[in-house]
């Protein structure tokens, strides 16, 4: 009888293992979760895209306006340009003009917070000795980012 009433009170080897099973589940989903969280602090990235990219012709200069939006998950910083493979330093002092707002005096590099937009704008500007880029000329323009990135777009000029 003793032995009866022994057996009663002890879980049995099938309750035990199911505990011991939901028990360590429970804990590698929180460990997963908080491994997760930790690696998503190291693991962000900048993504620019090119939203809208467009060229005005004036008397002797053209004005190219570019549009940038970080969809990243780190803000992302525009160090510089190329145009056609060149640094816009190679084209002359005061042909070529690259600036981030309507005021020409604010130049790169260019930081754009995660999610937001903004506008390069890159002004050439023709002699009438000669001219450094003719109306239908393509124009391949790279941003270069801090982080390494190029991010190309071509354009034809009107």
């Given at each position: 009888m003793?032995?009866?009433?022994?057996?009663?009170?002890?879980?049995?080897?099938?309750?035990?293992?199911?505990i011991?099973?939901?028990v360590?589940?429970?804990?590698?989903v929180?460990?997963?979760?908080w491994?997760?969280?930790?690696?998503?602090?190291?693991?962000?990235?900048?993504?620019?895209?090119?939203?809208?990219?467009?060229a005005?012709?004036?008397?002797?200069?053209?004005?190219?306006?570019?549009?940038?939006?970080?969809?990243?998950?780190a803000d992302?910083?525009?160090?510089?340009?190329?145009?056609?493979?060149?640094?816009?330093?190679?084209?002359?002092?005061?042909?070529?003009?690259?600036?981030?707002g309507?005021?020409?005096?604010?130049?790169?590099?260019l930081?754009?917070?995660?999610?937001?937009?903004?506008?390069?704008?890159?002004?050439?500007?023709?002699?009438?000795?000669?001219?450094?880029?003719?109306?239908?000329?393509?124009?391949?323009?790279?941003?270069?980012?801090?982080?390494?990135?190029?991010?190309?777009q071509?354009?034809?000029?009107?």
């Amino acid at each position: 009888m003793k032995n009866l009433h022994r057996n009663k009170k002890a879980l049995s080897p099938v309750i035990a293992t199911v505990i011991l099973v939901s028990v360590t589940i429970v804990v590698a989903v929180a460990v997963s979760y908080w491994m997760g969280g930790i690696a998503g602090l190291y693991t962000r990235f900048e993504k620019v895209e090119i939203t809208s990219c467009y060229a005005v012709k004036g008397a002797l200069n053209y004005t190219v306006t570019i549009e940038l939006k970080n969809s990243g998950s780190a803000d992302a910083t525009i160090t510089y340009v190329l145009i056609n493979g060149k640094p816009v330093s190679e084209y002359g002092t005061g042909n070529i003009t690259v600036y981030t707002g309507r005021n020409p005096e604010t130049y790169l590099p260019l930081t754009l917070p995660l999610g937001k937009s903004a506008k390069i704008y890159i002004e050439i500007k023709n002699s009438p000795d000669g001219y450094l880029f003719e109306s239908g000329t393509t124009l391949d323009l790279k941003f270069h980012s801090a982080a390494g990135k190029d991010y190309p777009q071509m354009l034809s000029l009107p």
